[in-house]
Every structure is written in structure tokens, then in C-alpha cells.
């Protein structure tokens, strides 16, 4: 049993509850660990709504999908201070992290595939230095993410994350598919396989961070997501789909954001000049 709070809680939630619970001489359950978060605020103030300051829940869900801010709010989570909210490294944030490694990894490999392999996890070849190098940094990374993880320090289980998904941009683009596929199928065939497993890996880790996002990453290599967290041998953790699973690319994952909609959004909600 965990609880999530912020740190003004952590008095309340620590002593007087627990105190009233046992005060009250019934058996529930009390908690096992409780995460404490500092303050996130606006601009290096405080949010106010009668002040412009601030964009809240229903509008935030107004103007963007839910995963673009649980990815932002989580990799800067206030956790060793208090952290502050600019429009400016927003959208920096999205349009690196979401948009330009993880949304262009997936598009990329699936649509090609889609045009060299019929749609489908290619067979033939065997794994070369490359892709042992790519177990390798890939093991290593997964530790660190498990750790933070379990250690429950959401900032760094999110750049964890986020170096596994560059891992895997950078291992596209030493290894070149579009290039192999026109003289040696059998090389090309080998880095589509593991780039394609790569996504599959990239649905299970990005599940308890941004889901609805995994579902569709899971969704483009016919993978049915599961609680199951995966190991750090990297080597098997890219060799789970099944030669012949059917692949399909759909709609952009992650769209940028565009200085003009950050322009009407401080003007609406407050911005450095609020």
C-alpha cells in the first residue's frame, strides 16, 4: 500500500491519521510506504486562479492528451526541491523526449518495415557486434530503470527510460537498415528484428509512465501489454516477437508543440510576465 502526496501531507499521513486509525481499534491497513513530492510551481510562484496563473486539470486535458503532462510532470518531479513550471522548457521537454526519440523511433522503424519486410518481424541473419553491443548498454540501462523504479524515484526512472529509448535511435542509426537492405536483406532483416523488439520494450516500459501511448506503441507490433515488468537480459528481452508478428504504423504518436501555441497558452494561462 503506497501513498502519493505532497509534501504538506506528510504530517498528516504519518502521525494524525495513522494515530486515528489505531486510536480506532479496527484492523485496516496501513501504509507501507508514502512518497513525498516538493512543489511544482508556476513560474517560481505560486498556481492562482483569480491571478491568471496557472493551467489546471480540465484545462490541461482541454488543450492536450493526458500523457503529455504525466511525461513532463514526472521527468521534473520536484523530488529533491521545488521544481517550477515554464511554458518554454514544456514544450522543449515533449518535443525532444516524446516527439523526436520515442514517436520517431517507433515511426521509423515500423513504416520501414511496412515498405522492405511486408508489415512483419523479418527472419533471417544473425546478431553482429552491433547488436551485441546494443545487449550490453541495454542490460545496464534496464538496471538502472528497475532500481529507480523500485526505489520509487520517478525522475530518475524517467531519464533511465528516456536513455533506452536514445539507446535504441542511436543503435538505428549506426546500424542503417535503409542502407544494408540494398545489397545484404539478411543484415537488414536482423536490425529491423531487433529495432522492432526494441518498440515492444519501449510499450512495457513506457506502460506505468505514459499508458495510453504504450497501448498504441504495443498496439504497432500486435503486442497485448501486460503488468509484467521486463527483465535486464536484454538479449532475450529482443528476441520476444514471434518471426511473422504482423506490424502497422498509425497516426503520430507524439505531435510538437509550435511556438505559437505556447504564445497562446502563456497569454491564457500565464507566463513569465504573469
Known amino acids: 500500500y503506497i501513498q ?15 494515530a486515528t486509525v489505531i486510536g480506532s481499534g479496527q484492523s485496516w491497513k496501513m501504509v507501507d ?18 491571478m491568471n496563473r496557472g493551467v489546471f486539470m480540465d484545462q490541461a486535458l482541454e488543450i492536450l ?13 520536484p523530488e529533491g526541491s521545488d521544481s517550477s513550471f515554464t511554458w518554454d522548457q514544456f514544450q522543449n521537454t515533449i518535443n525532444k523526449d516524446l516527439a523526436d526519440v520515442l514517436g520517431n523511433f517507433v515511426n521509423r522503424i515500423v513504416k520501414f518495415t511496412e515498405s522492405k519486410f511486408g508489415g512483419a518481424v523479418p527472419d533471417g541473419g544473425e546478431a553482429g557486434p552491433l547488436e551485441e553491443k546494443l545487449y550490453a548498454d541495454l542490460s545496464a540501462l ?7 523504479f523500485d526505489a520509487m524515484e520517478m525522475r530518475k526512472a524517467a531519464q533511465a527510460v528516456r536513455r533506452i529509448w536514445v539507446l535504441g535511435n542511436e543503435y538505428l542509426q549506426e546500424a542503417a537498415p535503409w542502407t544494408a537492405f540494398k545489397t545484404d536483406t539478411d543484415r537488414a532483416a536482423v536490425i529491423v528484428r531487433h529495432g522492432l523488439n526494441l518498440v515492444r520494450l519501449y510499450a512495457v516500459l513506457a506502460q ?18 501486460a503488468l509484467d515488468w521486463p527483465s535486464t537480459d536484454a538479449k532475450s528481452e529482443l528476441s520476444k516477437l514471434p518471426i511473422g508478428t504482423p506490424v502497422k504504423s498509425g497516426e503520430v504518436l507524439f505531435k510538437k508543440i509550435e511556438d505559437e501555441q505556447v504564445t497562446e497558452w502563456a497569454t491564457r494561462f500565464g507566463g513569465a510576465d504573469s
Do not use: C
Not at 510506504?33 to 483569480?50: C, I, P
Not at 505514459?210 to 498504441?216: D, G, H, K, N, R
Open 33 to 50: 510506504t508514502l512518497k513525498a513530492f516538493n512543489w511544482l510551481n508556476w513560474y517560481g510562484g505560486k498556481f492562482s486562479t483569480s
Open 65 to 77: 492528451p493526458a500523457d503529455y503532462w504525466r511525461w513532463y510532470l514526472i521527468a521534473n518531479s
Open 4 to 18: 502519493f502526496m505532497g509534501k504538506d501531507n506528510v504530517a498528516f499521513h504519518t502521525i494524525s491519521f495513522p
Open 208 to 225: 506505468p509512465l505514459i499508458p495510453f501511448a504504450a497501448q498504441s506503441i504495443a498496439d504497432s507490433v500486435s503486442v497485448a501489454l
Open 142 to 148: 534496464m538496471i538502472e530503470a528497475t532500481e529507480a
